[in-house]
């Protein structure tokens, strides 16, 4: 029988006759996904070891719910105190149908309000209007960090079959019932502490221990995402944040020193920006504050390579902003546009309308755009502000 054994000259050779296989990532998507695996190893370095029948049960019953997860049509239900409360939404989940709009929303029926997912062809809006909540609808809406705790990034879910509990009961569970990590961000929640309403100063209150207060605050990294976690409160009108230690009011931050509260800022003037998971795409704020909506909008066609943040204007896009009374905001695109019906025109919108939210504005007008929708928004009549961002789930 002849001798087959390749020595080493045959393997260079036929390596050599193998196609060429060309990387087509950019280097900010090769960046994302080696900083995502330097943490996940962080993640595995902190999880207990595991007697090994205990595993085999484990992987027994993670095998079964992903059976069940595939035979249910792909609904991914993120496991809390309560399994199956939370419902993420996902690329073949309809959110309901949103009711006929006055203000530059198309109806569309089983129209998809799920944040955009990888991969997907069709936009879909990932905006919050009072069309989504329908009668007695609620929603809550959390600050959630990357895993580099860089940027706080602000997640929407809307509550169903809530009638009964206050705003701070459901925001209270939200909290708890969230998995960070099923939606590609840092964990961070719930706060320590016990939150209830301040009464007279339209806020609430945070009681800590003196333990929880230096835990909470320490470094000035943990200050900043504290005072930004508070900061989507503002979505629900609420304006201040009053800290107590021991009983005592106020805490003491390590950059600012002792402080009673927190007053939240109704108008921020952030501009937004993208922030790209391996499953999501969010529009968040960014690091900065900026003096005019022009600035905000000029700014937002640029990277953000520190805070992994991409622009949310493309090329080539170039906008122009001006106040015209009466809470609206006038965005011309510097030449006349065919918008396309994807997901970067989609996003933009949604970021220049955030934007908008953010200086102080009610509605948006687009001139200078020859078509008549992208998506779900109507661009021939003044677009209402969202009430907030990145709906990502339906508590039940």
């Known amino acids: 029988m002849k001798d087959r054994r390749l020595n080493e000259q045959d393997i260079i050779e036929g390596f050599r006759h193998l196609p060429p296989i060309h990387d087509r990532r950019d280097a900010e998507e090769i960046y994302r996904k080696v900083m995502a695996g330097m943490e996940q190893e962080k993640a595995k370095k902190k999880r207990r070891v595991f007697l090994p029948s205990f595993a085999a049960a484990a992987a027994l019953f993670f ?49 998809d309000t799920a944040n955009i997912q990888k991969g997907e062809n069709v936009p879909k809006k990932s905006l919050l209007f009072s069309d989504d909540l329908g009668d007695g609808g609620q929603f809550v809406t959390l600050a959630i960090p990357d895993p580099q705790f860089q940027n706080m990034i602000p997640v929407t879910f809307l509550v169903k079959g809530g009638e009964g509990e206050n705003w701070l009961q459901q925001y209270t569970e939200m909290m708890n019932e969230v998995h960070e990590e099923d939606l590609g961000l840092g964990e961070y929640y719930p706060y ?144 006349a546009v065919t918008l396309p019906n994807d997901e970067a025109a989609m996003r933009m919108i949604e970021a220049i309308l955030l934007t908008a939210k953010d200086f102080g504005y009610k509605e948006v007008l687009f001139q200078n755009v020859k078509n008549d929708a992208v998506g779900d928004y109507r661009l021939q009549e003044p677009l209402a502000v969202p009430l907030a961002p990145n709906i990502v789930a339906e508590m039940r």
């Open 63 to 111: 095998a079964t719910v992903l059976g069940l997860y595939l035979a249910g049509g792909g609904h991914l239900h993120m496991p809390g105190k309560d399994a199956g409360k939370l419902e993420i939404y996902s690329e073949s989940q309809d959110a309901p149908a949103q009711e006929e709009s006055e203000r530059g929303l198309l109806s569309r029926e089983g129209a």
């Open 192 to 335: 320590r502490g016990k939150l209830s309403f301040e009464e007279g100063d339209g806020g609430i209150r945070l009681m800590l221990s003196g333990e929880e207060a230096a835990q909470i605050s320490s470094g000035t990294i943990g200050e900043e995402m504290l005072k930004k976690s508070f900061e989507v409160l503002r979505y629900l009108n609420l304006r201040k944040v009053t800290f107590y230690t021991d009983g005592k009011k106020g805490i003491f931050l390590p950059h600012t020193g002792w402080i009673e509260g927190y007053d939240i800022p109704q108008t921020p003037r952030y501009g937004y920006f993208l922030y790209k998971t391996e499953n999501f795409t969010y529009l968040t704020p960014g690091p900065n504050a900026y003096s005019t909506v022009k600035e905000a909008l000029k700014e937002m066609k640029k990277r953000i390579e520190t805070h992994l943040l991409a622009p949310s204007i493309p090329e080539p896009y170039t906008v122009s902003a001006e106040d015209r009374g009466g809470g609206r905001l006038e965005v011309r695109f510097r030449e």
